[in-house]
């Protein structure tokens, strides 16, 4: 009998037999059709996912079992009917497992139907079709910094000639660490969030009604922790002639977003923070409004997506240069920068040209030639450089002095008085005038005095005696050396 049902079904396996809904019932009537309940997904050894179809537990009180079982019938959803596959010989089973099939590379439907065999005939009952199409679940983003997966699915029956809508889906993520998460969406995506930290997650998606269920192919993802971003490199630190702040830095990960600026005005000092700004490139510029004519400690933190940041670079100070002109020389001191082994120079400009003095710390130097000069340009600047290795340079602000190659002369004299505030002369600034001529008027044009020696002064007086109290003309022509003639006019007082 055994040999006889295998014959028939090999009949079924090899000849397409196409049903549409039903099979033509005989005498006595056919079984019938188990209750399919399941279509979920598998993951056999060798890594391959496979159907399994699974059914209620058939009532077969008024058959014999040793001539019951079970037929499995596969159908494309696009196709009207179903193609018998195999056969099942035990009428207690409820399962099935198609392993001809992968449904990561097909979709199609299932349907399981009774058999009853007795007196050389084949009853056939009536297939139980479930539709099964296999849910497949991928990874669409990951959010470390919320530990959240996100999760997206094809619909169960899209794009199907159906009118069945999906009932809610059951997403379900557990790890390997026992974890285990269950919630309910109506939509084909969701997003699992909190998850453990450095656990292998394993995600699942199943849809269940009151008469059957299908369970998704499982994806699994790692939660990895994103690493501390590592911190900026600190480039440049630039002090401006307000006293304001620029900060420099490279970016040295590619998981730094940007970075933040952290001010002090102590070096042991509470630090807040007074910039921040995202990377465009490998560079940004962070700037400071503080107008404090003193050094300013900063340090920088680099931040991810996640706004975590990273340790804080070294503290690095500002450096502030002060300078003063004294007599025939002009005083440069500055601070050095703490716990840093750096080498110092002075930029000066001078008459349109650079020259760099290395001095040693404390920075303390004298310019005692600059007036020794000849300048075209009266203005001068310094600025201070220090640099630390080849990675951080830290630039003062400047000071500008001007420095004039000129004469001075009074506006009063006081007749009589034996000093300097008694005659008029010029007062040199820097050179001796290699051409020089003074005349001295009265209000009525008289010639009082008139001299070609720079040295040579007037006292006052006019052949011996003092002028009158009151203004007096001077016009003074001079010329210093490779610059141009000059000639000035002016008035000196005598005062009795």
């Not at 037999?17 to 309940?37: E, L, M, Y």
Request: proline fraction near 5%.
């Amino acid at each position: 009998m055994i040999q006889k049902l295998g014959k028939i079904l090999c009949l079924l396996l090899l000849a397409p037999v196409v049903f549409v809904g039903h099979v033509v019932a005989q005498d006595p009537p056919n079984p019938d059709p188990p209750v399919v309940d399941s279509i979920s997904v598998i993951q056999t050894d060798d890594g391959e996912y496979r159907n399994i179809v699974g059914w209620q537990p058939y009532d077969w009180s008024s058959y014999s079992l040793d001539s019951c079982g079970f037929v499995i019938y596969r159908a494309k959803p696009q196709e009207s009917g179903f193609i018998a596959i195999d056969s099942i010989k035990n009428p207690l089973d409820t399962s099935y497992v198609d392993m001809n099939v992968n449904p990561m590379d097909r979709t199609y439907s299932l349907a399981v139907a009774a058999y009853y065999y007795k007196g050389n005939k084949l009853w056939l009952g009536t297939y139980h079709q479930i539709f099964a199409q296999n849910i497949l679940p991928e990874i669409n983003d990951y959010d470390s910094c919320t530990t959240s997966v996100s999760l997206k699915w094809n619909t169960y029956f899209d794009g199907e000639e159906t009118d069945q809508s999906d009932p809610p889906y059951t997403v379900i993520a557990k790890s390997d660490n026992g974890d285990y998460r269950v919630e309910t969406t109506s939509s084909p995506s969701f997003v699992v969030s909190e998850l453990n930290e450095n656990e292998q997650y394993t995600f699942l998606i199943r849809i269940k009604t009151a008469n059957w269920s299908t369970t998704s192919t499982p994806v699994t993802y790692f939660t990895e922790t994103p690493p501390t971003p590592v911190a900026p490199q600190l480039s440049l630190v630039r002090t401006n002639d307000d006293f304001s702040n620029e900060i420099v830095v490279e970016r040295n990960d590619v998981r730094a977003e940007g970075a933040g600026l952290f001010r002090s005005f102590e070096i042991d000092g509470s630090f807040e923070e007074v910039a921040s700004q995202s990377f465009s490139g490998n560079q940004l510029t962070l700037k400071d409004d503080t107008t404090l004519r003193e050094p300013v400690y900063y340090y920088v933190r680099g931040f991810d997506n996640c706004n975590d940041f990273s340790n804080p670079t070294d503290t690095v100070n500002t450096i502030i240069l002060h300078g003063a002109k004294n007599n025939r020389t002009i005083e440069i001191n500055a601070n050095v920068l703490e716990g840093y082994d750096a080498d110092y120079e002075i930029e000066r400009m001078a008459n349109n040209n650079i020259t760099t003095i290395s001095v040693a710390s404390p920075v303390q130097y004298t310019d005692n030639n600059i007036f020794d000069l000849t300048l075209e340009n009266p203005s001068i600047t310094y600025q201070m450089i220090a640099r630390v290795a080849d990675t951080l340079e830290v630039i003062s602000n400047t000071y500008k002095t001007e420095i004039y190659d000129d004469l001075l002369w009074p506006n009063a004299i006081i007749a009589g008085y034996q000093s300097i505030d008694g005659v008029f002369k010029p007062f040199l600034q820097q050179s001796v005038p290699v051409e020089y001529q003074l005349k001295i008027y009265s209000k009525w044009g008289q010639l009082l005095f008139e001299t070609r020696n720079y040295e040579e002064y007037w006292d006052g007086t006019l052949e011996g005696s003092y002028v009158a109290p009151g203004a007096y003309l001077y016009i003074a022509a001079y010329k210093f050396a490779e610059q141009k003639a000059k000639t000035i006019r002016g008035t000196v007082t005598v005062i009795h």
